[in-house]
C-alpha cells in the first residue's frame, strides 16, 4: 500500500485530472438534492394546508418575535394535514437522492481505476456502466442498514435486559463499528467494479491481515476531508448570515462544496481498493 502522504496526492491529483469525468455523475447528485429540497417545500405546504408562505415571511422577518402574543397565536392555531398522500413527495426526494447517490459511488470508483490503470474513461461511458451497478449498491445499502439495525437493537435489548451487559456490548458494538465502516468502504467499491460476488465478505477478505494499515489512511482521508468541509462550512455560514438571501446562497455553495468533497473521499477508497488488489471488471 502507499505511504499515507502519497494517498492523500494521488487522491486530489486523480480528481483533479478526472474532474470533467466526474462531472455528470456529481450533476446529477447535486439534481437529485435540489429536487429533495423542492419535493420537501411542496410537501411542506400540503401539509401545513398553504401556510408554508406566511410561516417564512414571518419568521424571515428582522423584526420577528416568536414570543409575541400575535406570533404565538397564530402558530397555536395553524392545522395539519397528516394524509398519506402529502408525504409520498418527500418519499420521492429521498429516493431519488439515494439512488443518486450510488450512481455517483460506482461512477466516480469506475473513474478512479481506470486513472490508477492508465485507461481514460469517459463521463457517458462512466454513467452508462456505473447505471448497471446501481441495483446492486441498493441492494448493498439495505444490508448496511439493516446489520446496523440489528446492532444497535442488540445493545439496546441488553440494556434493557440488565444494564450489566452495556459493559460489554458498548464497547464491542464501537469496535465492530470501526471494523464494520473500513468493510463497507471496501464492499461499496467491489460493488462498483467487482465481479458477481457478496462484497461485504470480499471487503472483509481484502483487509484480512492489512486492517490497522487500511484503517489508519481511510482515518487520515476522513479527518483531512472532514476538517475542509468545516473550514468551507464555518466561512459560509459566516458570510450567509445576514440575509436570508445569503443564507440561500451560502447553503447551495456548501452542498456543491460538499459533494466535491463526497467525489474525493470516493477516489481515495477507490485508491486502497486498488492497492489491496481489489478486483474489476
Do not use: K
Amino acid at each position: 500500500m502507499r505511504r499515507p502522504g502519497q494517498l492523500l496526492a494521488d487522491t486530489f491529483s486523480i480528481s483533479g485530472r478526472r474532474w470533467r469525468s466526474c462531472a455528470a455523475a456529481g450533476l446529477i447528485y447535486l439534481s437529485a438534492q435540489v429536487a429533495l429540497v423542492v419535493l420537501l417545500l411542496i410537501a411542506g405546504d400540503d401539509i401545513l394546508m398553504g401556510e408554508l408562505g406566511e410561516i417564512w415571511d414571518r419568521i424571515s422577518d428582522p423584526n420577528f418575535d416568536p414570543e409575541a402574543p400575535e406570533q404565538s397565536a397564530y402558530f397555536e392555531s395553524l392545522e395539519l394535514d397528516l394524509s398519506p398522500v402529502n408525504f409520498v413527495p418527500i418519499l420521492l426526494g429521498i429516493g431519488a437522492v439515494w439512488v443518486a447517490s450510488n450512481l455517483l459511488q460506482a461512477a466516480v470508483t469506475r473513474v478512479a481505476l481506470s486513472d490508477l490503470r492508465s485507461r481514460t474513461l469517459t463521463a457517458s461511458d462512466a454513467l452508462r456502466q456505473a447505471l448497471r451497478r446501481v441495483p446492486r449498491l441498493l441492494g448493498l445499502d439495505l444490508q448496511v442498514v439493516a446489520i446496523v439495525l440489528v446492532a444497535a437493537i442488540v445493545v439496546v435489548v441488553g440494556g434493557f435486559v440488565t444494564p450489566l451487559l452495556l459493559i460489554p456490548l458498548v464497547p464491542a458494538f464501537l469496535v465492530g463499528a470501526v471494523y464494520f465502516f473500513v468493510v463497507m468502504s471496501l464492499a461499496f467499491a467491489f460493488a462498483s467494479v467487482g465481479p458477481a460476488a457478496p462484497s461485504l465478505r470480499y471487503g472483509a477478505r481484502l483487509v484480512r491481515g492489512r486492517f490497522w494499515g487500511t484503517f489508519g489512511r481511510m482515518l487520515l482521508v476522513f479527518v483531512v476531508l472532514s476538517a475542509v468541509t468545516l473550514a468551507v462550512g464555518l466561512v459560509f455560514t459566516l458570510a450567509g448570515s445576514s440575509t436570508p438571501t445569503l443564507q440561500l446562497v451560502s447553503q447551495l455553495v456548501q452542498t456543491v462544496v460538499g459533494t466535491a468533497i463526497t467525489v474525493v473521499g470516493i477516489v481515495a477508497v477507490a485508491i486502497i481498493y486498488h492497492d489491496l488488489g481489489g478486483e474489476s471488471d
